[in-house]
C-alpha cells in the first residue's frame, strides 16, 4: 500500500497563476484533510471532508477551494497564487474509528509550493 | 477556540531524558496526542492521551492532566535520531469532531 500520495512534490507559480495540489489515499479512509505548514507556525487547517462529496472550511480556508468527488481522492485548488501562499502542504486521511479514538492522521509526503 | 502552547525548541544530549510540556485551552476535551516531524518529513502519529496519567510506547512516554490541561511527552534514553519536531495536538469542537489542531512545534536538537 502507498498510503498518502501528494502530487506534485515541488511547484513554483508566478503570482495570479492557479494550480490544483492531488491528494490520494489507498486505506479507503473517510476522512481526508489539507494543512499548510510554515516555519514557527505548526500545522494549520485549511480544508477537510468527512466524506465523498462533502467539504468544510478549517482555520485558513481563504483563497483555497477543494473538491471530494472520489473517497480516495481529495483536491486542493489555489484560483490565484498569491506569495502569501508560499508553504509546505500537507495532506492527511484517517478513519472514522482511528480520529475518535486515537487522534491518528496519516499524512502524505508534503508539496513544497513556492510563489513569486 | 481552541490552542496550544509549547516550547519552541528543547536541546538536550544522547542518553538524556527530555520533557516536551503542552498546555491547552479547548471549548471541548477529548484527548492529546503527539506527532513527530523530521526535517523535510511528514508528520508522523506517535502517541494519544484520553485520560489522565502515563501511556508508555518503548523509549517515548506521554502524560495527561485534564484537571491542568496539562500534557507532556518524555523521551529516554535520547538517541540522535530524536532529533525532530514533536507536535501536540486537540481534536477540534467542529460539528464532525474529526479535526486536529496542532501546536506550534517544539523542535529538539541531541548531540553527542
Known amino acids: 500500500n502507498a498510503g498518502v500520495t501528494q502530487t506534485p512534490k515541488f511547484r513554483v507559480l508566478k503570482t495570479g497563476q492557479s494550480m490544483t495540489l492531488l491528494c490520494a489515499q489507498d486505506?479507503?479512509?473517510?476522512?481526508m484533510y489539507w494543512y499548510r505548514q510554515d516555519p514557527g507556525m505548526g500545522l494549520r487547517l485549511i480544508h477537510y471532508?468527512?466524506?465523498?462529496?462533502?467539504?468544510a472550511k478549517g482555520e485558513v480556508p481563504d483563497g483555497y477551494n477543494v473538491s471530494r468527488l472520489k473517497k480516495q481522492n481529495f483536491l486542493l485548488g489555489l484560483e490565484s497564487a498569491a506569495p502569501s501562499q508560499t508553504s509546505v502542504y500537507f495532506c492527511?486521511?484517517?478513519?472514522?474509528?482511528?480520529?475518535?479514538?486515537?487522534?491518528?492522521?496519516?499524512f502524505g509526503p508534503g508539496t513544497r509550493l513556492t510563489v513569486l | 477556540g481552541q490552542s496550544l502552547e509549547q516550547p519552541s525548541e528543547v536541546t538536550a544530549v544522547e542518553g538524556a531524558i527530555v520533557q516536551i510540556n503542552c498546555t491547552y485551552q479547548?471549548?471541548?476535551?477529548?484527548?492529546l496526542s503527539w506527532y513527530q516531524q523530521h526535517d523535510g518529513g511528514a508528520p508522523t502519529f506517535l502517541s494519544y492521551?484520553?485520560?489522565?496519567g502515563l501511556e508508555e510506547t518503548g523509549r517515548f512516554s506521554s502524560f495527561l492532566s485534564r484537571s491542568d490541561s496539562y500534557g507532556y511527552l518524555l523521551l529516554q534514553e535520547l538517541q540522535m535520531k530524536d532529533s525532530a519536531s514533536y507536535f501536540c495536538?486537540?481534536?477540534?469542537?467542529?460539528?464532525?469532531?474529526?479535526?486536529?489542531?496542532f501546536g506550534k512545534g517544539t523542535t529538539l536538537s541531541v548531540s553527542s
Open positions: 492527511a486521511s484517517s478513519s472514522l474509528l482511528r480520529t475518535v479514538y486515537l487522534h491518528e492522521q496519516f
Open positions: 486505506m479507503n479512509h473517510e476522512y
Open positions: 471532508s468527512v466524506g465523498e462529496g462533502t467539504t
Open positions: 479547548t471549548s471541548g476535551f477529548y484527548g
Open positions: 492521551n484520553a485520560l489522565d
Open positions: 495536538a486537540v481534536r477540534d469542537s467542529d460539528p464532525a469532531g474529526t479535526a486536529l489542531i
